[in-house]
C-alpha cells in the first residue's frame, strides 16, 4: 500500500486498519492496525499480510489528534508466493523436507531464509484446586454459583532469557467464549510478583536465572469442565541466545554432498518450483528432547523494482520438534591402557558392592530419630574398614546439618579433622604443582580421582572454619563472656580459625561463591567490616532469594551503625520476602 500525500504544514498521522473474515481466526489474528506518520510532500509505503482469496475491508482516517487536513492519494497491489504449507512443521526424523512454492499474481523473486527463535517447553501443574466463588462480586443471577480452578506451574531458568508463558487454554482463542479470567501470575523463588497477563496477551517478560512459580486462574460455571483441565499444560516459550538458521537445496541430493545450495531466480507468474529444507545440523542448548522449536520462513526477496519488502512480512509460521538425543558413548578407562588393574576376585567385588550400599544408605539416616541406626551402620562399615573416607565424610555432613550444627559445633570441628588428617595433602600438592597434558589420559583419569579428594578436603576445611565462627560467636554472646576461662577459649579459637582459613587458602579461593561467606567472616573478624559487606553485596547479587544473606547485611550494618541503612533493609525485607503470593 502506497500513500502518496500533497503540501500541507507540518506533520500528520494516519490510521491503517484491515480486516479480513477467516473462519477460525479472530479479527485481532486475520486483521492489522497500523499508524502512519506523513510529511509534507512525500510517499510511505506500508505492507501488510493477507489471506488469500478472502475479502478485505480497508480503513483509513486521520489520527484524533492530528489537526489539519491531509489529501492522499492511496495505491494498492497485491503480491506474493503461495507455499503448500502455509504453517510448515520440519520432521526431524527426515533429512530434507520439501515445499512447492508459486507465484499466482505476478512474477516474483525466490529466495528462500528461514530460522527458529524460540523454544517452547511444556510443562505439567504441580497442584490443581478448585472452589465454589461465593463473594457478591462473583454471584449469578439466579443464584447460580461460579466456580474457579487454580493451577500451579514450576520452573527453572538456567540462565537470564525472555520468556513468553502461555497456559494451553489462554493459547486457543476459540475457547474464551466459554471460560472466564484466563489469568496468569509469575513470582520468583521468595514469593514475590514480577509479571501477569491474560487470554491472547502474549506478553514478553526478561527473567533472571532461578526458579518461578506461575499460577492460573480460570473461572467456568460448569465445575466438571474445570476438572478436565487438572493436566494442562502450560506452554513456556524462551527465546533462543542464538537463532537456528536453515539451508535450503534445489537438489535433495545436495544435503548428502554437501554441494549446490539454492540459487535465488525469479518465478513466472503462474510458475512453480521446489525448495528442500535440511534438517537443522545442530540444536540450540537449550532446547531438550520432546521441545518444540519455533520460528518463521519466507520465500520471497527483496526488490529494489517492487515498493515494499518483496516478501511476507514476519514470515509464514515455522516449528520442529526437537528428536530423542543419542546416547553418548562411554569413554574406555585411561588406567587400563597402560597399567592393568589388579583383578579383584567375585568375594571382593562383593563385598565392596556391600559396603558401598552401606555407605549409600547412610546419607538417608542424617535426621534427629534416626541417630542411633546412623551410628550403628557407621561404626559396622569403620570396624571392617577403618578410616573409609566415606563414611567420615557421611559423619561430618550430618554433624554439619543445618538445623542442628550449632548444637555440637565441637563435634563438628572434631569430624571435619578426621575428614582433614585422611587426605594426602602431599600427593595433591605434587600432583597440582605440575601443568596437566591434556593428551596423557591416565594423567586426566589421575586428576579427576583426585579432584574429588580435593573437594573433600576444601569442603572439610570450609565446614570447620563455620563452625569455629559460630563457637566464636557463642562464646562472646554467652552469660560467661567476660570470665577468664572463656576468653582463653576464644583466643585458642582464633588461632584455629586462623590456622585453618590459611590452610584452606592454599587450595582454594576464598573469595569463590563457595568459601567467600567463610571469607566475609575472616573480614569482619579482622576488623575490616566495610569490606565483608562489599563481598556480601555481592554475594547477594548472585543468590538474591537467600533470606540468611539478607539478615547477614542487616548485622553488618548495625556493626557500622549505619542506622538509616539498617532500617531501609529491614523494611525492604517484606517487599522482598511476602509471606504468600499476592492474590488474583
Known amino acids: 500500500m502506497v500513500f502518496r500525500t500533497g503540501e500541507m504544514d507540518g506533520t500528520r498521522r494516519i490510521v491503517m486498519h484491515t480486516v479480513q473474515e477467516v473462519p477460525g481466526q479472530s479479527f485481532s489474528e486475520s486483521g492489522t492496525r497500523q499508524y502512519i506518520t506523513v510529511h509534507g510532500q512525500g510517499t510511505q509505503v506500508q505492507s501488510f499480510s493477507v489471506t488469500g482469496g478472502r475479502t478485505i475491508e480497508l480503513a483509513i482516517a486521520q489520527y484524533w489528534s492530528s489537526l489539519g487536513q491531509t489529501e492522499v492519494q492511496v495505491d494498492i497491489t497485491f503480491h506474493g508466493i503461495n507455499p503448500d504449507s502455509r504453517s510448515l512443521h520440519l520432521d526431524a526424523s527426515r533429512l530434507v523436507t520439501q515445499v512447492d512454492v508459486n507465484a499466482p499474481l505476478g512474477n516474483e523473486s525466490v529466495s528462500p531464509s528461514g530460522s527458529f527463535t524460540i523454544v517452547r517447553k511444556a510443562i505439567s501443574p504441580k497442584d490443581f484446586k478448585t472452589r465454589p466463588l461465593s463473594d457478591a462480586r462473583d454471584s449469578l443471577p439466579g443464584n447460580r454459583t461460579i466456580y474457579e480452578a487454580e ?3 514450576s520452573f527453572s531458568l538456567s540462565k537470564k532469557t525472555s520468556v513468553t508463558p502461555q497456559p494451553a487454554l489462554a493459547l486457543e482463542d476459540q475457547f474464551h467464549e466459554s471460560w472466564e479470567s484466563l489469568i496468569w501470575m509469575l513470582y520468583d523463588k521468595s514469593k514475590r510478583f514480577v509479571a501477569s497477563g491474560s487470554s491472547g496477551s502474549r506478553s514478553t517478560t526478561s527473567l533472571a536465572k532461578g526458579d518461578y512459580t506461575l499460577k492460573f486462574h480460570v473461572r467456568n460455571h460448569v ?6 483441565l487438572k493436566d494442562m499444560p502450560l506452554n513456556l516459550d524462551l527465546k533462543l541466545a542464538k537463532p537456528v538458521s536453515l539451508k535450503f537445496q534445489a537438489d535433495p541430493d545436495n544435503v548428502l554432498t554437501g554441494g549446490g545450495g539454492f540459487r535465488s531466480g525469479t518465478l513466472a507468474k503462474g510458475g512453480q518450483r521446489r525448495i528442500y529444507i535440511e534438517r537443522p545440523s545442530s540444536l540450540p542448548s537449550e532446547a531438550a528432547a520432546g521441545d ?12 529494489s523494482n517492487l515498493l515494499g519488502p518483496g516478501k511476507k512480512p514476519d514470515g509464514f509460521p515455522l516449528s520442529m520438534r526437537i528428536p530423542p538425543t543419542k546416547s553418548a558413548k562411554t569413554k574406555p ?26 555407605v549409600g ?8 530419630k534416626k541417630t542411633e541406626d546412623f551410628d550403628r551402620l557407621a561404626k559396622e562399615i569403620l570396624d571392617a574398614n577403618p578410616n ?44 597440582y604443582g605440575v601443568k596437566l597434558n591434556p593428551d596423557d589420559e591416565e594423567a586426566k583419569a589421575e586428576r579427576a580421582k583426585l579432584d574429588k579428594k580435593l573437594n573433600t578436603l576444601t569442603d572439610a576445611l570450609y565446614r570447620k572454619g563455620r563452625a569455629l565462627g559460630y563457637l566464636d560467636t557463642q562464646l562472646r554472646e554467652g552469660e560467661n563472656a567476660d570470665s577468664d576461662e572463656t576468653k582463653k577459649r576464644l583466643k585458642e579459637i582464633n588461632k584455629q580459625f586462623e590456622a585453618n582459613f590459611a590452610e584452606l587458602q592454599k587450595w582454594a579461593a576464598t573469595a569463590e561463591d563457595k568459601f567467600v561467606l567463610l571469607h566475609i567472616r ?3 573478624r579482622q576488623g575490616r567490616t566495610a569490606t565483608a559487606l562489599k563481598l556480601l553485596n555481592e554475594k547477594i547479587g548472585r543468590s538474591p532469594h537467600d533470606r540468611k544473606l539478607q539478615k ?28 504468600k503470593y499476592q492474590p488474583f
Not at 518463521?296 to 526488490?303: D, E, L
Not at 544408605?361 to 534427629?368: E, I, P, T, V
Not at 555440637?408 to 585422611?422: E, F, N, S
Not at 542506622?563 to 520476602?577: G, L, S, Y
Open 292 to 303: 518444540l522449536l519455533i520460528g518463521s520462513i519466507t520465500y520471497g526477496q527483496g526488490n
Open 552 to 579: 547477614k547485611r542487616i548485622r553488618l550494618l548495625g556493626e557500622l551503625n549505619w542506622d538509616e541503612w539498617k532500617a531501609h533493609e529491614e523494611t525492604w525485607q517484606i517487599r522482598r520476602f511476602p509471606a
Open 151 to 153: 493451577l500451579t506451574y
Open 361 to 368: 544408605r547412610l546419607a538417608k539416616l542424617h535426621g534427629d
Open 333 to 358: 578407562s585411561a588406567a587400563g591402557s597402560s597399567k592393568k588393574k589388579e583383578e579383584k576376585s567375585e568375594a571382593e567385588k562383593l563385598a565392596e558392592a556391600i559396603r558401598d550400599l552401606k
Open 223 to 228: 465445575l466438571k469442565d474445570l476438572k478436565k
Open 522 to 524: 575472616r573480614e569482619n
Open 388 to 431: 573409609h573416607l566415606a563414611v567420615l565424610i557421611e559423619q561430618l555432613k550430618r554433624l554439619d546439618g543445618e538445623a542442628n550444627r550449632k548444637k555440637h559445633l565441637d563435634k563438628v570441628i572434631a569430624a571435619a579433622d578426621t575428614v582433614i588428617a585422611q587426605v594426602d595433602t602431599e600427593t595433591l600438592a605434587k600432583h
